[in-house]
DNA sequence: GAAGGGCCTTTGAG
DNA sequence: ACTCAAAGGCCCT
């Protein structure tokens, strides 16, 4: 059948793609929050660019406030994972039952390669919030402080660094409605402004190396870190547990209700190895929507 | 050291 | 108008 495409812009390209990806699923699962969709395209920043993104047959139509669309593809292609055989892994899954149903029901959700400063100032406001909150706030935080970026008559903005948040300080975050949150971004912006903390450095140390690194920050607990270290560090074995993955851990895995963080990590982590991290958000991910379509009902 | 409890911001749903 | 919950963490017993 037949219908009616509009020509694409002339800077559109095509990007093929010889791995699964679910935009959708990949872009609005909780670990990146400043996504919108419009229509069929996807609008976010990456690095220095914007990016407007939209699935179809094979690949992505991209455009990009980029002038070289070469470094755009090579740097979606770090943002996306591309580099992750994700079918490998969904092979090492299929075994269990929950998470071959997820697998089944998501297929195409990877882990984003995030830019780690954000990632951590993002993470350390989602304590007792929701995701709506959380989406609403980063993007407070960008609009006011963010350098803006352009594309196809959209702005869009950059994430604000450690300096400009430093300056902002507990006062101007809570501002914005960022509440107790406020202090911990404000002081995390400070350590990473004054360089007592590497984050990039973290990329190459151990995940407990790393982990340890990132316990020091006021508002960084286990959950958040393992966030942080998944999402941003290179960490594929990092496996966060938040309330959702928890009550998968419960009715799904037989773990008592009231287990300790680090003793539902390290099953983790020995059962299911560097795999732990996608098994973590394709658990959370199907947890969380069961529970709401289950309360839609 | 482990375990339990109170507290912290804001927002939307019921 | 009230209570509950939301990708938790901290501090005090």
């Known amino acids: 059948m037949d219908v009616a495409v509009p020509p694409l812009s002339p800077d559109t390209i095509f990007m093929p793609l010889d791995q699964p990806l679910e935009l959708k699923s990949t872009l609005e699962s909780g670990q990146a929050f400043r996504w919108q969709q419009d229509g ?3 609008w976010g920043v990456v690095g220095r660019h914007a990016y407007a993104l939209r699935q179809v047959d094979g690949g992505l139509d991209v455009r990009s406030s980029s002038r070289s669309m070469s470094a755009a593809v090579t740097e979606l292609h770090d943002f996306l994972r591309l580099d992750d055989d994700l079918d490998a892994v969904y092979q090492r899954l299929a075994v269990d039952q929950p998470l071959a149903k997820a697998v089944e029901r998501y297929r195409g959700m990877r882990i984003l390669r995030q830019e780690p400063w954000e990632c951590l ?6 304590p007792t919030s929701n995701i709506s909150r959380i989406s609403a706030n980063l993007k407070s935080v960008a609009e ?7 594309l196809d008559g959209h702005r869009l903005y950059r994430f604000p660094g450690a300096s400009r948040l430093a300056e902002a300080g507990e006062k101007g975050l809570r501002g914005l409605g960022l509440g107790f949150h406020g202090k911990f971004l404000a002081q995390a912006a400070k350590v990473v402004a004054d360089g007592q903390l590497d ?3 973290l990329r190459s140390a151990s995940y407990q190396e790393a982990k340890t690194a990132l316990l020091e920050l006021p508002g960084v607990g286990d ?13 594929l074995d990092g496996f966060p547990v938040d309330r959702w993955v928890r009550r998968a851990l419960v009715d799904w895995y037989g773990h008592p209700e009231k287990a300790k963080y680090r003793d539902l990590l390290e099953w983790a982590q020995t059962k ?9 958000q394709y658990l959370f991910h199907h ?11």
Do not use: H, I, N, P
């Open 223 to 235: 959950k958040v870190a393992d966030c942080v270290l998944l999402f941003s560090l290179e960490k």
């Open 199 to 201: 984050l990039m450095a």
């Open 144 to 150: 006011t402080y963010g350098e803006t970026l352009t």
């Open 40 to 42: 069929e395209w996807w």
């Open 287 to 297: 947890r969380r929507l069961q529970d709401a379509s289950d309360r839609a009902d």
């Open 121 to 126: 100032a993002s993470f350390l406001c989602t």
């Open 272 to 280: 299911w190895g560097s795999d732990a991290g996608y098994v973590q």
